[in-house]
């Protein structure tokens, strides 16, 4: 697959099929994302790949903890702006209501709308997720470093005939992901990548968010 291919290929997948993904692909797509750069090669991230019983143990802790005490798990960075302001707050609201319009829940359906959120801490049937946390003495650029990171493994999932969908969601619920896979206090959880072969007749799979052209967000400057 040309790259080019891949990253246009790539979009957030929302309901997988069971169909296993191989311990050899997962290695391979591992290495590939290996090679994304750092700041001076620090290569920051560390990945948690779950599946199996293990997998399905996750998911029911995390279903339990949204279900049961969402307000006790809070995220420990911030992801998005604490006050909303255009364009961003349009290009979000744009996203969100035509994922529902396309599985055909209208606004006033909270309790549709909450399963639908539910389905994140299944990691959206998913065989295989992937906890990304980094060193919480590493600051700020490592974040990006974990980003560049993420998007290669995501692109290298592509040229396996895979899909993903990243997933800041499960990090206000670092403490049942810390309990369960027994992870370090020293690591922060950064984020979830569901990972496998996309469901092609689930209808929330065919939504594609728009996107600016270059024109809205590039400036050139000389010939």
Not at 69 to 88: G, K, L, N
Not at 96 to 125: P, S, W
């Amino acid at each position: 697959m040309h790259v080019d291919d891949a990253i246009l290929s790539r979009r957030s997948v929302r309901r997988f099929l069971p169909t296993p993904v191989p311990r050899e692909t997962l290695q391979h797509l591992l290495r590939v994302a290996s090679q994304a750069p750092s700041g001076s090669n620090t290569q920051p991230w560390q990945v948690h790949v779950v599946s199996g019983t293990p997998l399905a143990a996750l998911s029911r802790a995390l279903q339990g903890a949204f279900d049961n005490e969402p307000e006790q798990h809070q995220a420990e960075y911030v992801y998005y702006p604490r006050e909303w302001f255009e364009p961003y707050i349009g290009r979000r609201r744009r996203c969100g209501y035509g994922l529902y319009a396309t599985l055909g829940i209208q606004r006033e359906e909270r309790d549709k709308r909450q399963a639908q959120a539910r389905r994140n801490y299944a990691f959206f049937d998913a065989p295989v997720a992937m906890i990304l946390t980094l060193d919480r003495r590493l600051d700020t650029g490592s974040f990006m470093d974990c980003g560049m990171f993420l998007q290669s493994l995501m692109l290298a999932a592509r040229g396996q005939g895979l899909h993903s969908c990243a997933q800041a969601a499960i990090a206000p619920y670092h403490r049942v992901i810390r309990e369960q896979l027994s992870l370090d206090d020293s690591e922060l959880v950064l984020c979830a990548l569901a990972l496998g072969h996309a469901d092609p007749a689930a209808p929330e799979n065919s939504f594609v968010p728009e996107r600016d052209a270059p024109e809205g967000f590039a400036r050139f400057y000389g010939d």
